[in-house]
């Protein structure tokens, strides 16, 4: 039952030799033989690799090298971060047998580590989407209700670990990725501040908003993985400069005087009710435990919605043009008459049909004429919305909301209705536009599903919102597992 | 209807930087193996981002530096947007709003008359500079198929060793008003930029490309007519008759009651003529937005101050040193001045030998002449600066006579050898000893009764036959000033 178990619970096994790498490795991969046909969180498994790195690992021990925290701990990686030699395909038909030259940013790190991969997850195609269902492959389910999705788009990141799959893993979110298939899977799910984590490798959705972080099942292996993974890259222009901090320095338990606002649009119309109710047991929580907590707003909020489906579909409109079947990825295998042609058809056939409409979108609200009312229109929107952050900033630690208005919804019920699926990101779309860091965490069940708890921090200040999120882990100690082989 | 033409030029320049534009790629892919200078971020891989070098914008903002530019403090990158095969992206990184360099000028000297009429020995025309922005080169199609352009091509094949190679876009006002105004600014621009050594500048390897934005208006008026673009201009002498020839075309149109359409024309150089490639209809809308994956930059004021100190001697300022300096006419610092290699070649033949008026009449004249015939540029002529001072050298001495030089110099030319070794081994050393001379002199006089009485009989004639007899059996290689001495002291 090793795949139950937390990276650092396991990591004081590998260092007492109470385990093996290997035999955590087998562990896992039985886990995942057992349950995948079920939950299909993976798109490609890479056991024979894993099975290598987890020798290396015993070997360390065995020589009595040192071994960093996540030596040996198998890792999950969404399908959108490059890996040398391995298939990344962003569950897209257009990139279906794409295997890249190079490892991204990220992942390199983790490998430096020593971690082993255990495979490459399933996700809506190239990041869109908020249920895993706009993957060309096949839906994933949630390990809590099979009939149900893990969320998006790095659903099959959440249901693996929710599952035992893996012990951690890396998502990536663009306007809440990471932090609603968290929420929907009952883990803890985290989006740093922008640039803290090099996006190189990371397939681009929306540059200015796509931020790597880790998916882990509880607060102190998300602060280990953020130290593995942050950094300046300079291969990243936009990475940020920042002085190294050890994050598990956050791990204490403790939030008196926390100043903890509570944004009142986030809050209001469009939340179901017991997802609100359980948010506000955990605020009457956090207060228990020492915590000031108030209502706050934050006044522009309501139009980040609207402002990120102008700009990220805009940026993707540009981003995924390469994708145009000259150099790699697939081609139209009809006949055609000239290059516009091809273009048009393989672009057609590769791509499904949500990447299609966001295309559209974005490349029409940056058209000529168009683009001030629209994508200009909608910058300026952003810098309200960080205004309104740094001011609430000015008087509160940390703002809490729920992370998704609703618990997991039913496979299929929002596929036909692209706009409902677009609310489900009403709560963390914000926390991209403004940049700042944000986490979820797991704060009950409601109808056996999970609830997930949104913590936002200043920009670079991870630190904070560890700590309340810590503390608050320790007080409402998460103790359910998906009763997929029973509790 | 008397019309006035109204162009303005669009010229890209690929930097010689070490590395690309956004990447470590070696940028010196000229003559490459195909897709052997490429890695993840020119090639547009997947996930991977670019890194600005920080090289080309320092070249950038030299260039605005030179060409009296203002130089932006805060400046930043966009992207263009439009599906090409020779662009791994599907976008271009160029500068949309913010380009590195806004404003400036540059004051071409035109010979000849004015269009407008004015002073005969020519006029001075300001041509104004728009921007000058930075932005990442193409790759490059191959099309397979007898035509080799992409029409009817088989299939064509990319190399994308020059793409992300750093480019410059110099954008001018519509300042220009004849193909020899084009031609003279865009030959003066090239001249300043290899000065500034930020590019090889080499029209035909595709490192200085030239478009022109062409209209008619009735003279006197001031309202723009409507332009073609005119692409496709791979060297002066194509710009000059490209544009003659779009003139032309658009004056006969207006002339005959037709309108110009706006629209983008290739020239063809082998038919003489511009063809239509597209039409303002099918023009891209490029759907320019700010590059989210770099961050925009502050161009400090100390940066720029210690830019524009460090920038190296430019044309005009040269020209002014070497009338100073070397006491050179207008004229000859003109022409010396007139690209930076025969700048440099002449200065370092003058390094070595003080009359540089010699030195210049050899590069204006033989030197000028061999390159021309043979399309050469003077950097690559096989007489160097040292070969040729030794020549001058040689004359000065006397060993050799200045028509004996001339031919001397040919060799040296087409075979590199020193003038030395060319003099040695065709046996063309001058015969300068006074008594070798006199008796050369004393037996064509001795053959030669009839023409001594001639002489004496006054006809002078007679004494430029005897000079011709003696150089004819001396096969010339007799010093000339000596065979005049001698035979006249002989004869009198
Ligand atoms: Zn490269």
Request: net charge negative.
């Given at each position: 039952?090793?795949?139950?178990?937390?990276?650092?619970?396991?990591?004081?096994?590998?260092?007492?030799?109470?385990?093996?790498?290997?035999?955590?490795?087998?562990?896992?991969?039985?886990?995942?033989?057992?349950?995948?046909?079920?939950?299909?969180?993976?798109i490609?498994?890479?056991?024979?690799?894993?099975?290598?790195?987890?020798?290396?690992?015993?070997?360390?021990?065995?020589?009595?090298?040192?071994?960093?925290?996540?030596?040996?701990?198998?890792?999950?990686?969404k399908d959108n971060m490059c890996t040398?030699?391995?298939k990344t395909t962003c569950a897209s038909k257009i990139l279906k047998n794409f295997v890249p030259v190079y490892?991204s940013?990220?992942?390199?790190?983790?490998?430096?580590?020593?971690?082993?991969?255990?495979?490459k997850?399933n996700m809506d195609e190239f990041a869109m989407g908020?249920?895993?269902e706009n993957s060309s492959f096949w839906?994933?389910?949630?390990?809590?209700?099979?009939?149900?999705?893990?969320?998006?788009s790095?659903?099959?990141?959440?249901?693996?670990?929710?599952?035992?799959?893996?012990?951690?893993?890396?998502?990536s979110?663009t306007g809440?990725?990471?932090?609603?298939?968290?929420?929907?899977?009952?883990?803890?799910?985290?989006?740093?501040?922008?640039?803290?984590?090099?996006r190189y490798g990371l397939v681009a959705f929306a540059s200015s908003l796509d931020?790597?972080?880790?998916?882990?099942?509880?607060?102190?292996?998300?602060?280990?993985?953020?130290?593995?993974?942050?950094?300046?890259?300079?291969?990243?222009?936009?990475?940020?400069?920042?002085?190294?901090?050890?994050?598990?320095?956050?791990?204490?338990?403790?939030?008196?005087?926390?100043?903890?606002?509570?944004?009142?649009?986030?809050?209001?119309?469009?939340?179901?009710?017991?997802?609100?109710?359980?948010?506000?047991?955990?605020?009457?929580?956090?207060?228990?435990?020492?915590?000031?907590?108030?209502?706050?707003?934050?006044?522009?909020?309501?139009?980040?919605?609207?402002?990120y489906y102008l700009i990220a579909p805009a940026e993707a409109s540009s981003n995924l043009a390469r994708f145009d079947g000259v150099r790699y990825g697939y081609r139209t295998r009809q006949k055609v008459e000239d290059m516009i042609e091809m273009y048009s058809k393989t672009r057609a056939e590769g791509f499904g049909s949500e990447v299609k409409r966001r295309i559209m979108l974005g490349a029409y609200a940056l058209s000529a004429g168009y683009y001030?009312a629209y994508y200009?229109?909608a910058?300026?929107?952003?810098?309200?919305?960080?205004?309104?952050?740094?001011?609430?900033?000015?008087?509160?630690?940390?703002?809490?909301?729920?992370?998704?208005?609703?618990?997991?919804?039913?496979?299929?019920?929002?596929v036909?209705?692209p706009?409902?699926?677009?609310?489900?990101?009403?709560?963390?779309?914000?926390?991209?536009?403004?940049?700042?860091?944000?986490?979820?965490?797991?704060?009950?069940?409601?109808?056996?599903?999970?609830?997930?708890?949104?913590?936002?921090?200043?920009?670079?200040?991870?630190?904070?919102?560890?700590?309340?999120?810590?503390?608050?882990?320790?007080?409402?100690?998460?103790?359910?597992?998906?009763?997929?082989?029973?509790? | 209807?008397?019309?006035?033409?109204?162009?303005?030029?669009e010229?890209h320049?690929e930097?010689?930087?070490?590395?690309k534009m956004f990447c470590?790629c070696?940028?010196?892919v000229?003559?490459?193996?195909p897709n052997t200078h490429t890695c993840p971020v020119c090639l547009g891989m997947p996930g991977s981002l670019p890194?600005?070098?920080?090289?080309?914008?320092?070249?950038?903002?030299?260039?605005?530096?030179?060409?009296?530019?203002?130089?932006?403090?805060?400046?930043?990158f966009d992207r263009k947007n439009y599906f090409y095969p020779d662009m791994p992206k599907d976008y271009q990184i160029s500068q949309y709003?913010?380009?590195?360099?806004?404003?400036?000028?540059?004051?071409?000297?035109?010979?000849?008359?004015?269009?407008?009429?004015?002073?005969?020995?020519?006029?001075?025309?300001?041509?104004?500079?728009?921007?000058?922005h930075l932005e990442e080169d193409t790759g490059k199609l191959i099309h397979i198929g007898e035509s080799g352009r992409i029409g009817g091509a088989e299939y064509s094949l990319v190399d994308f060793n020059r793409a992300g190679v750093p480019l410059?876009e110099?954008?001018?006002?519509?300042?220009?008003?004849?193909?020899?105004?084009?031609?003279?600014?865009?030959?003066?621009?090239?001249?300043?930029?290899?000065?500034?050594?930020?590019?090889?500048?080499?029209?035909?390897?595709g490192?200085?490309r030239?478009d022109?934005?062409?209209?008619?208006?009735?003279?006197?008026?001031?309202?723009?007519?409507?332009?073609s673009e005119?692409k496709n201009?791979?060297?002066?002498?194509?710009?000059?008759?490209?544009?003659?020839?779009?003139?032309?075309?658009?004056?006969?149109?207006?002339?005959?009651?037709?309108?110009?359409i706006q629209e983008t024309r290739h020239?063809d150089?082998?038919?003489?003529?511009?063809m239509s490639l597209r039409s303002k209809e099918e023009a891209h809308d490029y759907r320019y937005f700010p590059e989210p994956d770099l961050?925009?930059?502050?161009?400090?004021?100390?940066?720029?101050?210690?830019?524009?100190?460090?920038?190296?001697?430019?044309?005009?300022?040269?020209?002014?040193?070497?009338?100073?300096?070397?006491?050179?006419?207008?004229?000859?610092?003109?022409?010396?001045?007139?690209?930076?290699?025969?700048?440099?070649?002449?200065?370092?033949?003058?390094?070595?030998?003080?009359?540089?008026?010699?030195?210049?009449?050899?590069?204006?004249?033989?030197?000028?002449?061999?390159?021309?015939?043979?399309?050469?540029?003077?950097?690559?002529?096989?007489?160097?600066?040292?070969?040729?001072?030794?020549?001058?050298?040689?004359?000065?001495?006397?060993?050799?006579?200045?028509?004996?030089?001339?031919?001397?110099?040919?060799?040296?030319?087409?075979?590199?050898?020193?003038?030395?070794?060319?003099?040695?081994?065709?046996?063309?050393?001058?015969?300068?000893?006074?008594?070798?001379?006199?008796?050369?002199?004393?037996?064509?006089?001795?053959?030669?009764?009839?023409?001594?009485?001639?002489?004496?009989?006054?006809?002078?004639?007679?004494?430029?036959?005897?000079?011709?007899?003696?150089?004819?059996?001396?096969?010339?290689?007799?010093?000339?000033?000596?065979?005049?001495?001698?035979?006249?002291?002989?004869?009198?």
């Amino acid at each position: 039952m090793l795949h139950k178990l937390t990276a650092h619970e396991l990591h004081e096994k590998l260092i007492s030799k109470e385990t093996s790498a290997v035999e955590l490795c087998k562990d896992v991969f039985e886990r995942i033989k057992a349950v995948e046909s079920k939950v299909k969180a993976y798109i490609s498994l890479t056991e024979e690799k894993a099975l290598f790195t987890a020798n290396k690992v015993d070997e360390k021990v065995k020589s009595s090298e040192n071994l960093s925290p996540l030596a040996g701990i198998p890792t999950a990686i969404k399908d959108n971060m490059c890996t040398k030699g391995v298939k990344t395909t962003c569950a897209s038909k257009i990139l279906k047998n794409f295997v890249p030259v190079y490892s991204s940013t990220a992942v390199e790190k983790l490998f430096n580590e020593n971690i082993v991969m255990t495979g490459k997850t399933n996700m809506d195609e190239f990041a869109m989407g908020s249920s895993t269902e706009n993957s060309s492959f096949w839906p994933t389910s949630n390990p809590w209700d099979l009939r149900t999705v893990p969320g998006g788009s790095s659903g099959g990141s959440a249901a693996a670990v929710a599952a035992d799959e893996a012990i951690f893993a890396l998502g990536s979110d663009t306007g809440g990725s990471i932090r609603q298939p968290a929420s929907l899977c009952g883990v803890v799910g985290m989006k740093p501040t922008y640039g803290l984590v090099s996006r190189y490798g990371l397939v681009a959705f929306a540059s200015s908003l796509d931020q790597i972080g880790p998916i882990t099942k509880d607060v102190t292996d998300c602060a280990l993985v953020l130290n593995a993974i942050c950094g300046k890259d300079p291969m990243d222009s936009t990475s940020l400069n920042t002085k190294t901090l050890d994050y598990t320095e956050a791990l204490v338990n403790d939030v008196k005087g926390l100043k903890v606002g509570v944004p009142k649009e986030f809050m209001g119309e469009g939340i179901d009710l017991k997802v609100k109710k359980m948010v506000e047991d955990a605020l009457m929580l956090f207060e228990k435990m020492g915590a000031i907590v108030e209502e706050t707003s934050l006044s522009h909020v309501d139009y980040a919605l609207s402002a990120y489906y102008l700009i990220a579909p805009a940026e993707a409109s540009s981003n995924l043009a390469r994708f145009d079947g000259v150099r790699y990825g697939y081609r139209t295998r009809q006949k055609v008459e000239d290059m516009i042609e091809m273009y048009s058809k393989t672009r057609a056939e590769g791509f499904g049909s949500e990447v299609k409409r966001r295309i559209m979108l974005g490349a029409y609200a940056l058209s000529a004429g168009y683009y001030e009312a629209y994508y200009g229109q909608a910058q300026k929107v952003r810098t309200l919305i960080i205004e309104d952050f740094n001011k609430a900033f000015e008087k509160y630690d940390v703002l809490v909301s729920p992370t998704s208005p609703t618990v997991a919804f039913k496979i299929g019920e929002k596929v036909e209705d692209p706009l409902k699926m677009y609310m489900s990101d009403v709560c963390t779309i914000p926390a991209n536009l403004a940049g700042i860091p944000a986490i979820s965490i797991p704060c009950g069940l409601t109808d056996g599903l999970p609830v997930g708890l949104q913590i936002m921090g200043k920009a670079l200040d991870e630190i904070t919102i560890l700590r309340a999120a810590y503390a608050f882990e320790q007080e409402f100690w998460f103790k359910e597992k998906p009763a997929l082989f029973g509790r | 209807m008397n019309y006035e033409a109204v162009i303005g030029l669009e010229i890209h320049v690929e930097l010689n930087t070490e590395s690309k534009m956004f990447c470590g790629c070696s940028a010196r892919v000229f003559g490459e193996k195909p897709n052997t200078h490429t890695c993840p971020v020119c090639l547009g891989m997947p996930g991977s981002l670019p890194v600005v070098n920080e090289k080309a914008i320092e070249c950038t903002a030299k260039i605005g530096l030179a060409l009296n530019s203002k130089i932006a403090s805060f400046t930043k990158f966009d992207r263009k947007n439009y599906f090409y095969p020779d662009m791994p992206k599907d976008y271009q990184i160029s500068q949309y709003d913010l380009p590195i360099c806004e404003g400036g000028c540059v004051d071409v000297e035109i010979a000849g008359l004015a269009p407008e009429g004015s002073d005969p020995r020519g006029y001075v025309r300001r041509v104004g500079i728009t921007r000058v922005h930075l932005e990442e080169d193409t790759g490059k199609l191959i099309h397979i198929g007898e035509s080799g352009r992409i029409g009817g091509a088989e299939y064509s094949l990319v190399d994308f060793n020059r793409a992300g190679v750093p480019l410059v876009e110099i954008v001018t006002e519509p300042d220009i008003r004849t193909p020899d105004e084009a031609k003279a600014f865009v030959q003066k621009l090239k001249n300043i930029i290899e000065h500034l050594g930020v590019s090889d500048c080499d029209m035909e390897k595709g490192f200085f490309r030239c478009d022109a934005n062409v209209s008619l208006r009735p003279l006197g008026t001031e309202e723009l007519g409507t332009k073609s673009e005119v692409k496709n201009m791979n060297s002066f002498r194509a710009i000059q008759r490209a544009l003659a020839y779009e003139i032309e075309r658009q004056g006969e149109l207006l002339g005959a009651g037709e309108r110009v359409i706006q629209e983008t024309r290739h020239w063809d150089a082998a038919k003489n003529v511009t063809m239509s490639l597209r039409s303002k209809e099918e023009a891209h809308d490029y759907r320019y937005f700010p590059e989210p994956d770099l961050v925009p930059m502050e161009l400090s004021r100390n940066w720029v101050e210690e830019l524009k100190a460090s920038l190296p001697e430019l044309p005009n300022a040269r020209k002014k040193r070497f009338i100073e300096d070397y006491g050179l006419t207008l004229y000859d610092a003109e022409f010396l001045t007139s690209s930076k290699t025969v700048g440099d070649y002449f200065e370092e033949c003058a390094k070595d030998y003080p009359d540089v008026k010699k030195i210049s009449n050899w590069i204006m004249g033989e030197l000028t002449m061999h390159l021309n015939a043979v399309n050469l540029k003077i950097d690559e002529s096989a007489v160097t600066p040292r070969h040729l001072v030794q020549l001058i050298k040689l004359i000065d001495e006397g060993a050799i006579s200045g028509k004996m030089a001339k031919d001397i110099f040919k060799e040296m030319f087409e075979t590199g050898k020193l003038p030395g070794i060319i003099i040695e081994e065709k046996g063309l050393v001058q015969i300068s000893n006074e008594k070798e001379i006199d008796k050369i002199v004393d037996m064509v006089l001795e053959e030669n009764q009839k023409a001594i009485e001639e002489y004496r009989s006054g006809k002078d004639r007679a004494f430029g036959f005897l000079i011709g007899q003696i150089m004819r059996l001396t096969k010339g290689r007799a010093n000339p000033q000596l065979v005049n001495d001698v035979l006249r002291k002989k004869l009198s």
